[in-house]
C-alpha cells in the first residue's frame, strides 16, 4: 500500500509569490490534514478535509487555504508569501475525521526568499 | 483547553540508558494518546498510541505510562539505542466522531549516544 504523497518536496518562492502544494492520502484514506512544521514553533495545525470540506481551521491568516477532491487528493495554497512561511508542510492521512493515527507524508519544505 | 504541554525539549541519554519524555494536557475530553516519532528529512510515523482506560501499554522497548487523575501521560524508552536519536511528539485527540483536531506537543529531541 502506498503511503501519504506529497509533491513538491523542496520549493523556492520570492516573497509575495503563491504557492500550491500537494498530497495524495493512503487509498481508502478519506481525511487529510495539513501542519506547519518549524523549528520554533513544532507541528501546528492548518486545516482538516474530509469529504471535500473543510471540517477544522487552525489559527492561521486567510492566506492560506486549501481543498479536497473527490479522491481525497488535497492541496493547500499559500498566497502572497512572507518570509515567516517559510517551513516544513505536512500533509497527514487518516480513515476518518479527527483521527489521531494519522500517517505523514515527507513534507514539503518551502523557503521564502 | 486545547494544548498539550511535553517535556524536555532536549534530551541526551547514554546508550543503553532509559529516555523519558512527559506530556501533560488540559481537556479531559482528549480519549487517544499517541506518540510521533521523526527522523530528519521525514514526516512524522506513529510509535505508539494508548487510550485512557489503561494505565500502561507496552511494544518491545517503548511503553506509554498514562495517568488519568493527573492528566499526564510519558513515554519510556528502555535500552535506548542511537537509532532511537530522533524528535518525538505527543498528541492527543478525541478519536471517535466529532471534528477536534490532534493536538500536538511541542517535541523532544533526542539524542543517544554510545
Known amino acids: 500500500k502506498a503511503g501519504v504523497t506529497q509533491t513538491p518536496r523542496y520549493l523556492i518562492k520570492t516573497r509575495g509569490q503563491q504557492v500550491t502544494l500537494s498530497c495524495s492520502p493512503i487509498?481508502?484514506?478519506?481525511?487529510v490534514s495539513w501542519y506547519q512544521q518549524t523549528p520554533g514553533q513544532g507541528l501546528q495545525f492548518l486545516f482538516e478535509y474530509f469529504s471535500e470540506t473543510q471540517r477544522n481551521k487552525g489559527n492561521f491568516p486567510g492566506r492560506f487555504s486549501g481543498r479536497q477532491f473527490s479522491n481525497s487528493r488535497s492541496e493547500m495554497n499559500v498566497s502572497t508569501l512572507e518570509l515567516g512561511d517559510s517551513a516544513l508542510y505536512l500533509c497527514a492521512s487518516s480513515l476518518d475525521q479527527g483521527n489521531a493515527e494519522a500517517f505523514f507524508g515527507q513534507g514539503t519544505r518551502l523557503t521564502v526568499v | 483547553q486545547q494544548q498539550v504541554k511535553q517535556s524536555p525539549q532536549s534530551l541526551i541519554v547514554q546508550k543503553g540508558g532509559i529516555s523519558i519524555i512527559n506530556c501533560a494536557y488540559e481537556n479531559t475530553a482528549f480519549d487517544y494518546f499517541p506518540w510521533y516519532q521523526q527522523f530528519p528529512g521525514k514526516g512524522p510515523a506513529l510509535l505508539i498510541a494508548i487510550r485512557p482506560d489503561v494505565s500502561e501499554k507496552k511494544e518491545g522497548r517503548f511503553t506509554i505510562s498514562f495517568n488519568k487523575s493527573a492528566k499526564q501521560f510519558s513515554l519510556h524508552i528502555m535500552d535506548s539505542q542511537p537509532g532511537d536519536s530522533a524528535t518525538y511528539f505527543c498528541?492527543?485527540?478525541?478519536?471517535?466522531?466529532?471534528?477536534?483536531?490532534?493536538?500536538f506537543g511541542t517535541g523532544t529531541k533526542l539524542q543517544v549516544i554510545p
Open positions: 487509498s481508502g484514506h478519506r481525511s
Open positions: 498528541a492527543a485527540s478525541k478519536s471517535s466522531g466529532g471534528y477536534q483536531k490532534v493536538t
